[in-house]
């Protein structure tokens, strides 16, 4: 047997192990999103330096996600 044949053996072992569901580790999140626009009212270079907050009363349309993860 040669390199060539564990190679495509140590391939399909990790295939499987990676499709593998594990019921402990199966996390089932849900979640919702939002859009919407984020004006800025007031001076936030305090807060970051990125150049799309630095101008008053620009607007800036955003999509949120929020995810649900159950305890």
């Given amino acids: 047997m040669n390199l060539h044949y564990y190679r495509i053996i140590f391939h399909e072992k990790m295939v499987y192990f990676d499709r593998e569901r594990i ?6 999140s849900k979640g919702s ?3 919407g626009a984020f004006k800025v009212t007031h001076y936030n270079i305090r807060f ?3 150049k799309i907050f ?3 009363g620009k ?3 955003v999509i949120m996600h929020f995810d649900f993860l159950p305890a």
Avoid: M
């Avoid at 019921?23 to 089932?28: A, D, H, M, Y």
């Fill in 59 to 61: 607007e800036t349309k």
């Fill in 48 to 50: 970051t330096e990125a």
């Fill in 33 to 35: 999103d939002a859009f």
């Fill in 54 to 56: 630095y101008e008053i």
């Fill in 23 to 28: 019921q402990e580790r199966l996390l089932i």
